[in-house]
């Protein structure tokens, strides 16, 4: 079955306490994205990747980092976590990068940080 | 700049009516694509339409319609004979082509609530 996994799901964790959520595809999609989710104000990209050690900042990159060392996986890292990364995050991919293509999303990964 | 503005927060409807949420988008390029996504209460997204700039026929599926018009720079999604499945937040989204990626500009979603 084709489909974006994340993990872990759910995560309730302190403050400064690093944290790796993991994306996984198996589609064999060349671009894949992070974006969180916030109340009122719907989902933001916080990283992307075009390929394998192909990635760049979206729009609210502040506090993660990313890496893309194979096709099918795209980590979402933080060094060190803040009460203000509560959130909802999904990770999606698609085929190609021309704006077209239907972006699949993964799960969800709700995160609290206290 | 690019924005996509879903300006009702809430829409609360009895099940059978008909109900449309609103989608208002900007973009300087000529060529864009336009989707909608369902989130349910389990959290998890559902693509339910893509549209490009090209073409502005509307499109029917079951009780789903989208009216795109590209002179008002909307569109919109009319759910019609609402059931209380259809309770769920809306997303509208914007990718635009010249980006060269599939970034998805969201919308800050419209939440149903269909009352039986």
């Known amino acids: 079955e084709a489909q974006v996994t994340q993990n872990p799901r759910y995560l309730i964790t302190v403050t400064g306490k690093k944290l790796t959520v993991t994306c996984s595809q198996n589609?064999?999609?060349?671009?894949m994205s992070w974006y969180r989710q916030d109340p009122g104000l719907g989902l933001r990209q916080i990283y992307y990747s075009m390929n394998v050690e192909v990635t760049d900042k979206g729009d609210v990159p502040e506090g993660y980092k990313v890496s893309r060392k194979e096709k099918r996986n795209f980590p979402l890292i933080l060094e060190s976590p803040s009460p203000n990364q509560t959130s909802l995050y999904f990770c999606a991919s698609s085929y190609r990068t021309s704006g077209y293509n239907e972006q699949f999303f993964g799960p969800g990964t709700r995160l609290t940080v206290l | 700049a690019q924005k996509v503005t879903q300006a009702q927060t809430e829409i609360s409807v009895v099940e059978k009516e008909d109900v449309t949420l609103d989608c208002v988008y900007e973009t300087r390029d000529t060529t864009y694509y336009l989707f909608w996504y369902k989130q349910p209460p389990s959290g998890e997204l559902v693509f339910l339409i893509r549209r490009n700039s090209f073409d502005e026929q509307n499109e029917i599926s079951g009780r789903y319609s989208w009216n795109f018009q590209k002179s008002t720079s909307s569109f919109n999604f009319t759910i019609t004979a609402s059931q209380v499945v259809d309770s769920a937040v809306y997303f509208c989204?914007?990718?635009?082509?010249?980006?060269?990626?599939?970034?998805?500009?969201f919308g800050t979603g419209t939440r149903l609530q269909v009352f039986p």
């Open positions: 589609m064999n999609h060349e671009y």
């Open positions: 989204a914007l990718s635009e082509a010249s980006r060269g990626t599939d970034k998805l500009i």
